[in-house]
């Protein structure tokens, strides 16, 4: 079953305003979490990670918050813009065992609208 | 140019045919990949592919069948086609294994295959 799921599936914020974007892992083993955004008809792009002996990362307008006690992940985003709109996805960098593909786990995704 | 291309971008087809999606990617990246994704956004690995060493999701059908001519390229055969395998399908790379590291990997803009 899946280890990385998603609270809300969409999300409406004002243009300029913050967005938060979360999510749950249930894999204690993994090794680094990571932020995808993809834009309608392309592939996922990465955003951001954060290896799993961090607490907070930050990046250019985003933010990434790792909370080990709860088991969970968020992404923030600073002054939305327009081109901010898309599919989130986390995902955790786990090692299947026995008969498994080396790859991301990705969660469900949450469609971040901007609203002008 | 493109980092990594998928070939074609649309593919409709009738019940219990065959076909083949191609991926090539110029990142000199020596690990690639291929997920699905279903209609709902959610994103599965379906294999992995490195120095000559496939590695297989559990869970995909043995009617699936990744080919790598070269380190550049991985193309995905499907045979006896499915009203299921209906997805998009996703074509990546990375430089290495994930699990060596962060896990950032670069997706192609995805191939949508609709069997009817």
């Known amino acids: 079953g899946e280890s990385v799921g998603l609270h809300l599936p969409t999300l409406s914020v004002q243009e300029g305003d913050n967005s938060i974007i979360n999510c749950a892992y249930s894999?204690?083993?993994?090794?680094?979490f990571i932020w995808y955004k993809q834009e309608s008809g392309k592939g996922p792009q990465f955003i951001i990670d954060i290896r799993s002996n961090m607490d907070k990362r930050q990046g250019q307008r985003v933010t990434v918050l790792l909370n080990k006690t709860v088991k969970h992940l968020s992404l923030q985003i600073a002054a939305t813009q327009p081109g901010d709109s898309a599919v989130y996805f986390c995902a955790e960098n786990m090692v299947y065992s026995g008969g498994g593909a080396d790859g991301l786990t990705f969660g469900k995704g949450t469609h971040l609208i901007i609203q002008p | 140019d493109t980092a990594v291309s998928q070939t074609p971008k649309y593919l409709v087809t009738q019940m219990g045919n065959d076909k083949s999606i191609k991926c090539e990617q110029n990142?000199?990246?020596?690990?690639m990949y291929w997920y699905k994704q279903d209609s709902k956004k959610f994103l599965k690995i379906m294999f992995s592919y490195n120095n000559k060493e496939l590695i297989i999701n559990e869970t995909v059908p043995n009617r699936f069948s990744p080919k790598s001519p070269d380190k550049a390229h991985l193309n995905l055969h499907i045979n006896s086609l499915e009203l299921g395998d209906s997805a998009v399908y996703f074509c990546?790379?990375?430089?290495?294994?994930?699990?060596?590291?962060?896990?950032?990997?670069?997706f192609g803009e995805g191939s949508r295959l609709t069997v009817l």
């Open positions: 990546a790379s990375s430089q290495d294994l994930v699990r060596s590291y962060t896990g950032e990997l670069f």
């Open positions: 894999n204690s083993a993994s090794d680094y």
């Open positions: 990142l000199g990246h020596d690990t």
